[in-house]
């Protein structure tokens, strides 16, 4: 059982930046790949970045070279750094825990609550 928490997120203006966090609990945080997902109103969960156990990552096209997902296996803890930021991506944005490395939510077993991100015009 893993249960994750989101934090960071608020209002910024477009251009700027914003750190998310996802603090995880349990034991075996290591072995699993740890992704982002994000949800506008309206619109279909969409796959943000997800970083395996070894530390590799991968990225959606639309954030590439803007936003760094990392994590920290001694903190239990997830991290998205977002820089250059669009009104377009507002939304709720989501952490989540699974065993393959994978960009489709329902592969992903464990979902914390979400943090919103506003970013204004």
């Known amino acids: 059982q893993v249960q994750l928490v989101e934090s960071g997120g608020g209002l910024v203006q477009a251009g700027g930046s914003l750190r998310l966090s996802c603090a995880a609990s349990?034991?075996?945080?290591?072995?699993?790949?740890m992704a982002w997902f994000r949800q506008a109103p309206g619109k279909e969960r969409e796959f943000v970045a997800f970083t395996f156990w070894t530390g590799n990552t991968l990225y959606a096209d639309s954030v590439k070279g803007r936003f760094t997902c990392s994590r920290d296996n001694a903190k239990n803890t997830l991290y998205l750094e977002m820089n250059s930021l669009k009104p377009e991506e507002t939304a709720v944005y989501y952490c989540a825990a699974g065993i393959a490395a994978t960009t489709t939510a329902p592969s992903y077993s464990y979902w914390g609550q979400g943090t919103q991100v506003t970013v204004s015009s």
């Open positions: 349990g034991r075996t945080f290591s072995r699993y790949t």
